[in-house]
Protein backbone atom coordinates (compact mmCIF):
# COMPACT_ATOMS: atom_id res chain seq x y z
CA UNK A 1 0.00 0.00 0.00
CA UNK A 2 1.26 3.17 -0.13
CA UNK A 3 0.87 6.40 1.68
CA UNK A 4 -2.41 7.76 -0.91
CA UNK A 5 -3.99 3.84 -0.47
CA UNK A 6 -5.86 4.77 3.46
CA UNK A 7 -7.46 8.23 2.15
CA UNK A 8 -8.35 6.90 -1.18
CA UNK A 9 -10.41 4.25 0.38
CA UNK A 10 -11.54 6.41 2.99
CA UNK A 11 -12.84 8.98 0.16
CA UNK A 12 -14.12 5.71 -1.80
CA UNK A 13 -16.43 4.82 0.96
CA UNK A 14 -17.66 8.27 1.72
CA UNK A 15 -18.73 8.79 -1.81
CA UNK A 16 -20.34 4.72 -1.91
CA UNK A 17 -22.65 6.16 1.22
CA UNK A 18 -23.54 9.44 -0.27
CA UNK A 19 -25.13 7.27 -3.69
CA UNK A 20 -26.76 4.74 -1.15
CA UNK A 21 -28.02 7.54 0.69
CA UNK A 22 -29.64 9.02 -2.05
CA UNK A 23 -30.81 6.11 -4.23
CA UNK A 24 -31.01 3.57 -1.54
CA UNK A 25 -28.78 1.09 -3.28
CA UNK A 26 -25.04 1.40 -4.93
CA UNK A 27 -22.83 1.31 -1.79
CA UNK A 28 -21.09 -2.24 -2.91
CA UNK A 29 -21.04 -1.62 -6.37
CA UNK A 30 -19.41 2.03 -6.64
CA UNK A 31 -16.48 0.92 -3.75
CA UNK A 32 -16.13 -2.41 -5.98
CA UNK A 33 -15.86 -0.60 -9.11
CA UNK A 34 -13.52 1.92 -7.59
CA UNK A 35 -11.25 0.14 -5.58
CA UNK A 36 -11.44 -2.69 -8.11
CA UNK A 37 -9.68 -0.18 -10.31
CA UNK A 38 -7.45 0.90 -7.33
CA UNK A 39 -6.33 -2.25 -6.39
CA UNK A 40 -7.15 -6.21 -6.98
CA UNK A 41 -10.95 -6.98 -7.20
CA UNK A 42 -9.65 -9.14 -4.61
CA UNK A 43 -8.40 -6.81 -2.24
CA UNK A 44 -11.76 -4.33 -2.80
CA UNK A 45 -13.98 -7.53 -1.63
CA UNK A 46 -12.04 -7.91 1.12
CA UNK A 47 -12.14 -4.02 2.34
CA UNK A 48 -16.23 -4.02 0.86
CA UNK A 49 -17.39 -6.59 3.68
CA UNK A 50 -17.45 -4.90 6.97
CA UNK A 51 -19.31 -1.21 5.66
CA UNK A 52 -21.63 -3.31 3.27
CA UNK A 53 -22.18 -5.80 5.83
CA UNK A 54 -23.32 -2.77 8.37
CA UNK A 55 -25.07 -0.60 5.90
CA UNK A 56 -27.22 -3.36 4.68
CA UNK A 57 -28.23 -4.80 7.49
CA UNK A 58 -29.42 -1.49 8.88
CA UNK A 59 -31.42 -1.20 5.74
CA UNK A 60 -32.77 -4.81 6.42
CA UNK A 61 -33.96 -4.41 10.08
CA UNK A 62 -34.99 -0.42 9.05
CA UNK A 63 -38.21 -2.23 7.02
CA UNK A 64 -41.35 -3.56 8.43
CA UNK A 65 -41.66 -7.01 6.85
CA UNK A 66 -38.63 -9.15 7.61
CA UNK A 67 -40.53 -11.71 8.08
CA UNK A 68 -42.90 -12.02 4.92
CA UNK A 69 -40.36 -11.00 2.98
CA UNK A 70 -37.68 -13.87 4.06
CA UNK A 71 -40.59 -16.21 3.67
CA UNK A 72 -41.36 -15.13 -0.01
CA UNK A 73 -37.47 -14.46 -1.10
CA UNK A 74 -35.64 -17.21 0.59
CA UNK A 75 -35.66 -19.69 -2.32
CA UNK A 76 -33.47 -16.65 -4.43
CA UNK A 77 -31.58 -15.91 -1.30
CA UNK A 78 -30.41 -19.53 -0.39
CA UNK A 79 -29.52 -20.46 -4.13
CA UNK A 80 -27.32 -17.02 -4.38
CA UNK A 81 -25.75 -18.07 -0.94
CA UNK A 82 -25.01 -21.58 -2.42
CA UNK A 83 -23.71 -20.20 -5.46
CA UNK A 84 -21.36 -17.41 -4.47
CA UNK A 85 -19.37 -19.48 -2.32
CA UNK A 86 -18.93 -22.02 -4.77
CA UNK A 87 -17.57 -19.20 -7.60
CA UNK A 88 -15.74 -17.37 -4.75
CA UNK A 89 -12.69 -19.45 -5.67
CA UNK A 90 -12.54 -17.58 -8.90
CA UNK A 91 -12.23 -13.90 -7.22
CA UNK A 92 -9.68 -15.50 -5.26
CA UNK A 93 -7.84 -16.83 -7.98
CA UNK A 94 -4.24 -15.94 -9.49
CA UNK A 95 -5.75 -14.60 -12.38
CA UNK A 96 -6.41 -10.59 -11.94
CA UNK A 97 -6.93 -9.71 -15.24
CA UNK A 98 -10.26 -12.15 -16.44
CA UNK A 99 -11.46 -10.81 -12.75
CA UNK A 100 -10.84 -7.28 -13.41
CA UNK A 101 -12.74 -7.84 -16.90
CA UNK A 102 -15.41 -9.71 -15.52
CA UNK A 103 -16.21 -7.00 -12.91
CA UNK A 104 -16.27 -4.43 -15.41
CA UNK A 105 -18.21 -6.26 -17.51
CA UNK A 106 -20.63 -6.71 -14.99
CA UNK A 107 -20.09 -3.20 -13.83
CA UNK A 108 -21.24 -1.90 -17.52
CA UNK A 109 -23.82 -4.52 -18.00
CA UNK A 110 -25.48 -3.43 -14.64
CA UNK A 111 -25.31 0.60 -15.74
CA UNK A 112 -27.06 0.05 -19.38
CA UNK A 113 -30.04 -2.20 -17.86
CA UNK A 114 -30.51 0.44 -15.31
CA UNK A 115 -30.31 2.87 -17.79
CA UNK A 116 -32.30 1.73 -21.25
CA UNK A 117 -33.99 -1.12 -20.21
CA UNK A 118 -37.84 -0.74 -19.62
CA UNK A 119 -39.70 -2.06 -16.22
CA UNK A 120 -41.01 -5.45 -16.38
CA UNK A 121 -43.12 -7.53 -13.76
CA UNK A 122 -42.99 -10.97 -12.68
CA UNK A 123 -46.32 -13.46 -12.30
CA UNK A 124 -46.26 -15.65 -8.93
CA UNK A 125 -45.85 -18.62 -11.27
CA UNK A 126 -42.85 -17.19 -12.72
CA UNK A 127 -41.83 -16.24 -9.12
CA UNK A 128 -41.86 -19.40 -8.01
CA UNK A 129 -39.31 -21.68 -10.49
CA UNK A 130 -37.02 -18.38 -11.98
CA UNK A 131 -36.48 -17.32 -7.89
CA UNK A 132 -33.89 -19.87 -7.28
CA UNK A 133 -32.81 -19.41 -10.88
CA UNK A 134 -32.03 -15.65 -10.27
CA UNK A 135 -30.06 -16.52 -6.66
CA UNK A 136 -28.01 -19.09 -8.54
CA UNK A 137 -26.72 -16.44 -11.60
CA UNK A 138 -26.40 -13.86 -8.64
CA UNK A 139 -24.03 -15.83 -7.06
CA UNK A 140 -22.14 -17.12 -9.41
CA UNK A 141 -21.13 -13.19 -10.84
CA UNK A 142 -20.64 -12.29 -7.02
CA UNK A 143 -18.40 -14.81 -6.22
CA UNK A 144 -16.37 -14.22 -9.08
CA UNK A 145 -16.63 -10.04 -9.09
CA UNK A 146 -17.63 -9.30 -5.77
CA UNK A 147 -20.74 -7.26 -7.45
CA UNK A 148 -24.38 -8.88 -6.44
CA UNK A 149 -26.53 -6.12 -8.59
CA UNK A 150 -27.38 -8.86 -11.54
CA UNK A 151 -29.61 -9.93 -11.65
CA UNK A 152 -30.85 -9.53 -8.29
CA UNK A 153 -31.49 -5.86 -8.32
CA UNK A 154 -33.95 -6.10 -11.44
CA UNK A 155 -35.89 -9.35 -10.46
CA UNK A 156 -36.98 -7.56 -6.78
CA UNK A 157 -37.98 -4.35 -8.85
CA UNK A 158 -40.50 -6.55 -10.97
CA UNK A 159 -41.98 -8.56 -8.10
CA UNK A 160 -44.33 -5.38 -7.78
CA UNK A 161 -43.25 -5.20 -3.58
CA UNK A 162 -43.95 -1.47 -2.39
CA UNK A 163 -41.16 0.96 -1.72
CA UNK A 164 -40.32 0.63 1.34
CA UNK A 165 -40.64 -3.50 0.94
CA UNK A 166 -38.17 -3.12 -2.04
CA UNK A 167 -35.95 -1.38 -0.13
CA UNK A 168 -35.89 -3.96 2.28
CA UNK A 169 -35.39 -6.57 -0.02
CA UNK A 170 -32.91 -5.19 -1.32
CA UNK A 171 -31.20 -4.73 1.99
CA UNK A 172 -31.63 -8.44 2.65
CA UNK A 173 -30.46 -9.74 -0.82
CA UNK A 174 -27.11 -8.11 -0.35
CA UNK A 175 -26.82 -8.76 3.20
CA UNK A 176 -27.12 -12.72 2.44
CA UNK A 177 -24.96 -12.25 -0.46
CA UNK A 178 -22.09 -10.17 1.83
CA UNK A 179 -22.41 -13.02 4.23
CA UNK A 180 -21.85 -15.56 1.75
CA UNK A 181 -19.01 -13.40 0.11
CA UNK A 182 -17.05 -13.28 3.19
CA UNK A 183 -17.19 -16.63 4.02
CA UNK A 184 -15.88 -17.50 0.32
CA UNK A 185 -13.13 -16.07 1.27
CA UNK A 186 -12.22 -16.69 4.46
CA UNK A 187 -12.34 -20.67 3.14
CA UNK A 188 -9.95 -19.75 0.52
CA UNK A 189 -7.73 -17.83 3.34
CA UNK A 190 -7.23 -14.82 1.30
CA UNK A 191 -8.20 -11.99 4.23
CA UNK A 192 -5.58 -10.64 5.76
CA UNK A 193 -5.48 -8.22 8.76
CA UNK A 194 -4.71 -5.08 7.25
CA UNK A 195 -7.64 -5.25 5.49
CA UNK A 196 -9.84 -6.40 7.59
CA UNK A 197 -9.04 -3.25 10.24
CA UNK A 198 -9.26 -1.13 6.59
CA UNK A 199 -12.55 -2.97 6.09
CA UNK A 200 -13.85 -2.05 9.93
CA UNK A 201 -12.12 1.19 9.61
CA UNK A 202 -14.10 2.19 6.22
CA UNK A 203 -17.45 1.66 7.95
CA UNK A 204 -17.44 5.21 9.27
CA UNK A 205 -16.86 7.21 6.04
CA UNK A 206 -19.85 4.65 4.59
CA UNK A 207 -21.74 5.96 7.57
CA UNK A 208 -21.53 9.53 7.14
CA UNK A 209 -21.70 9.69 3.53
CA UNK A 210 -24.98 8.05 3.77
CA UNK A 211 -25.84 10.31 5.91
CA UNK A 212 -25.03 13.37 3.71
CA UNK A 213 -26.02 11.27 0.92
CA UNK A 214 -30.04 11.52 2.98
CA UNK A 215 -29.78 15.25 3.20
CA UNK A 216 -28.66 15.51 -0.21
CA UNK A 217 -31.41 13.52 -1.20
CA UNK A 218 -33.65 16.55 -0.10
CA UNK A 219 -31.74 19.30 -2.24
CA UNK A 220 -31.24 16.93 -5.98
CA UNK A 221 -33.51 15.41 -7.84
CA UNK A 222 -32.52 11.37 -6.81
CA UNK A 223 -33.54 10.15 -10.52
CA UNK A 224 -30.98 12.84 -11.79
CA UNK A 225 -27.87 11.81 -9.51
CA UNK A 226 -29.27 7.91 -10.16
CA UNK A 227 -28.57 8.55 -14.06
CA UNK A 228 -25.06 10.49 -14.09
CA UNK A 229 -24.39 7.65 -11.41
CA UNK A 230 -25.14 4.98 -13.84
CA UNK A 231 -23.24 6.78 -16.44
CA UNK A 232 -20.42 6.83 -14.40
CA UNK A 233 -20.23 3.40 -13.59
CA UNK A 234 -20.37 2.01 -16.58
CA UNK A 235 -17.53 4.20 -18.06
CA UNK A 236 -15.48 3.01 -15.03
CA UNK A 237 -16.31 -0.83 -16.08
CA UNK A 238 -15.46 0.01 -19.64
CA UNK A 239 -12.06 0.96 -18.71
CA UNK A 240 -11.69 -2.03 -16.31
CA UNK A 241 -12.82 -4.26 -19.12
CA UNK A 242 -10.30 -2.75 -21.34
CA UNK A 243 -7.57 -2.87 -18.60
CA UNK A 244 -8.53 -6.53 -17.90
CA UNK A 245 -8.39 -7.73 -21.34
CA UNK A 246 -5.08 -6.02 -22.29
Known amino acids: MTDFTVPLIALTFLAAGIVKGVTG ?54 ASMASTLIAAPLLAGENAGVTTAGLGATLIAYALYTLLAPPFRVSPVQERWLSPLVGLVTGLI ?35 STIALALGLA ?14 LAVVPALIGMGAGQ ?26 LLRGMA
Do not use: H, Y
Not at 147 to 176: C, H, N, R, Y
Open 215 to 240: ILRRAVSPATFRRWFLIMLALLGGEM
Open 142 to 176: AGGTGVFVIPAVPWLQALGLEKDELVQALGMSFTT
Open 187 to 200: SRQVWQVDQLALSV
Open 25 to 78: MGLPTLAMGVLGALLSPLAAASLLIVPSMVTNLWQLLAGPRIGALARRLWPMMA
